[in-house]
T-cell receptor, first 114, second 110 residues
Framework: DAGVIQSPRHEVTEMGQEVTLRCKPI?????LFWYRQTMMRGLELLIY????????DSGMPEDRFSAKMPNASFSTLKIQPSEPRDSAVYFC???FGGGPYEQYFGPGTRLTVT | GESVGLHLPTLSVQEGDNSIINCAYS??????FIWYKQESGKGPQFIID?????DKRQGQRVTVLLNKTVKHLSLQIAATQPGDSAVYFC?????????FGTGTSLTVIP
């Protein structure tokens, strides 16, 4: 298996622009997680899905962030409008069963908002 | 939110020596802990976990120790190898919410 696939790997955008991050989970996994990682705050869970349904989005920082999972093989995290403080590495992870020890992380998308 | 902190931001060890990475947590209600390894340019990778009803758990070359009295967690890596160079961070679970530390960078000197 190719593992969790994220695109793009790097994204540089200007403040105010819309940013869309993409994730393809491992085939057969029923949970999908979006995380954000910064030096200051470490890794933070933003939202997770089970069987394509959002279960907990309490980690989404504000209304500028939205996530969708239209099918079992694709999810997006959108930031609109983007701000410099959104600069971070965004990880997608998937698992079968939801247990943290079963999560497989993607390589991440490094987002820089200028 | 809860704080999960690391005592040392960086750690350098000689190849073959044992490494000890520490983590402090602040909430006595934390009932589950995980150590992750994150190599440069990659996502975190689960290493080992421990529940609060245990003091020690061993894996392959790694041991996690939990001291609930002082709210301290440590990861011991035996016979450290160059491939162990990475950032290591801990996570605690409180009421089904995970809180992650910022990490310690481990460098193995050949």
């Amino acid at each position: 298996d190719a593992g969790v696939i994220q695109s793009p790997r790097h994204e540089v955008t200007e403040m105010g622009q819309e940013v869309t991050l993409r994730c393809k989970p491992i085939s057969g996994h029923d949970y999908l997680f979006w995380y954000r990682q910064t030096m200051m705050r470490g890794l933070e869970l933003l939202i997770y899905f089970n069987n394509n349904v959002p279960i907990d989005d309490s980690g989404m920082p504000e209304d500028r962030f939205s996530a969708k999972m239209p099918n079992a093989s694709f999810s997006t995290l959108k930031i609109q409008p983007s701000e410099p403080r959104d600069s971070a590495v965004y990880f997608c992870a998937s698992s079968f069963g939801g247990g943290p020890y079963e999560q497989y992380f993607g390589p991440g998308t490094r987002l820089t908002v200028t | 939110g809860e704080s999960v902190g690391l005592h040392l931001p960086t750690l350098s060890v000689q190849e073959g020596d044992n490494s000890i990475i520490n983590c402090a947590y602040s909430n006595s209600a934390s009932d589950y802990f995980i150590w992750y390894k994150q190599e440069s340019g990659k996502g975190p990778q689960f290493i080992i976990d421990i529940r609060s009803n245990m003091d020690k758990r061993q894996g392959q070359r790694v041991t996690v120790l939990l001291n609930k009295t002082v709210k301290h967690l440590s990861l011991q890596i035996a016979a450290t190898q160059p491939g162990d160079s990475a950032v290591y961070f801990c996570a605690e679970n409180i009421l089904n919410q995970f809180y992650f530390g910022t990490g310690t960078s481990l460098t193995v000197i050949p």
